[in-house]
């Protein structure tokens, strides 16, 4: 179609257009990209970040000694393990600087008050800026008062023991404590007696047994001599006090089985730390008060004291963890390293001479324990 208009000729040229096809709507803005080629460089990985990759820090930040701490913590394979040992290995340092620093005398009662205190204090202000509930959830406060009065029983039951009772014969009762624990975790936490297991702490409580023979020979000699210290019982009345140590191991054992319980219910291992402390602190104190005098420590005793509790209360979070990520029969055994590094310093110490019993005992123990460690967890707990 053409017009004129003066000097000018405009012409208009139609065009019939194809309908638009429907490809044609869903073109995108963009050139299709080509299908990637899958690399180690494109592979994506979930957002949701593993409990090792929260937990890992870049090496320039952290020491040798931190990255270790943190890779036992993380819930690896043998971390359970490794926190038992950590634990036992804990106490042992502390027996170590009661030997080497003590300069006075302070009652059972007042020490154990002490030690609480500062457990629950420490464990209060950690479970507050981990942002976790200080009494644990509604579901698992059950567990967690449970714990806390089998674990004041056996604290209290074993400071009744220890002073009525030979060190040596305290401390093999308090040692049957692990044997008790797998009987509990059978029964409470239904959990499998594998004959490794028994085989393991059978090894490990004959080692207990080598070390302290000759001590409890000599001692039951002097008891049926009639030369035995007035301040040990016997008779009927030193079996009444055995059946105590054995209350208090019963009790440890059902309290080790309340801790994996809790701590595996609220995820939190330091909740079933501060339930304890919070029960066990006031009824030390008042037990101090009502059943000793009272002793004010001098200012070495009190840092003594203070350096004491603080690791206490790391050497109960290990423990904790590592019932937590254990079975109990397992990290139980675990326990008797602490025999084996007692004895083993007091001979390099020469706190006492070496004999055949003590060593053959050491090596029991380390074998046993070595021997758990090496076989590491169950496929079913992994």
Not at 274 to 303: K, Q, W
Request: net charge positive; charged share 15%.
């Amino acid at each position: 179609m053409a017009a004129e208009n003066g000097d000018h000729v405009v012409e208009l040229v139609v065009h019939d257009t194809p309908p638009p096809s429907s490809e044609a709507e869903i073109i995108p803005l963009l050139n299709p990209v080509q299908k990637p080629k899958i690399n180690i460089f494109t592979i994506s990985y979930p957002r949701t970040k593993t409990r090792e990759q929260v937990t890992r820090l870049p090496e320039s930040e952290t020491s040798p000694v931190t990255q270790f701490i943190l890779w036992v913590w993380s819930g690896s394979r043998y971390s359970g393990l490794l926190c038992m040992a950590i634990s036992s290995i804990i106490y042992f340092v502390m027996e170590v600087l009661s030997d080497v620093f003590s300069a006075q005398s302070i009652p059972l009662f007042e020490t154990a008050f002490t030690r609480c205190t500062i457990v629950t204090i420490l464990s209060y202000f950690w479970l507050r800026k981990s942002g976790h509930s200080i009494f644990g959830q509604t579901h698992v406060r059950k567990l967690l008062v449970s714990r806390a009065l089998m674990g004041y029983l056996s604290l209290m039951s074993y400071v009744y023991c220890i002073q009525r009772l030979p060190l040596s014969q305290a401390i093999v009762l308090s040692f049957t404590t692990p044997i008790m624990a797998s009987i509990a975790a059978r029964i409470i936490l239904n959990e499998k007696l594998k004959i490794a297991d028994i085989g393991g702490l059978a090894c490990s409580f004959f080692g207990v047994l080598f070390i302290f023979r000759q001590i409890l020979t000599n001692q039951g000699s002097l008891v049926k001599a009639g030369e035995a210290n007035n301040t040990y019982l016997s008779g009927s009345h030193h079996v009444y006090v055995v059946l105590v140590g054995l209350f208090s191991s019963t009790t440890g054992g059902i309290s080790y089985c309340l801790i994996r319980a809790g701590a595996k219910a609220s995820d939190q291992p330091v909740v079933t730390v501060f339930s304890f402390g919070i029960l066990a602190s006031p009824a030390a104190g008042i037990c101090t008060f009502s059943f000793e005098d009272f002793v004010l420590p001098s200012l070495h005793s009190f840092l003594l004291m203070l350096v004491l509790g603080v690791l206490a209360f790391f050497a109960e979070v290990f423990l904790a963890r590592g019932l937590q990520l254990e079975k109990t029969t397992k990290a139980a055994n675990v326990q008797y390293i602490l025999a084996a590094l007692s004895q083993l310093w007091s001979i390099s110490s020469s706190r006492i001479a070496p004999s055949f019993g003590r060593l053959v005992g050491c090596l029991l123990i380390l074998i046993s324990v070595c021997c758990t460690i090496y076989i590491g967890p169950d496929k079913e707990m992994e």
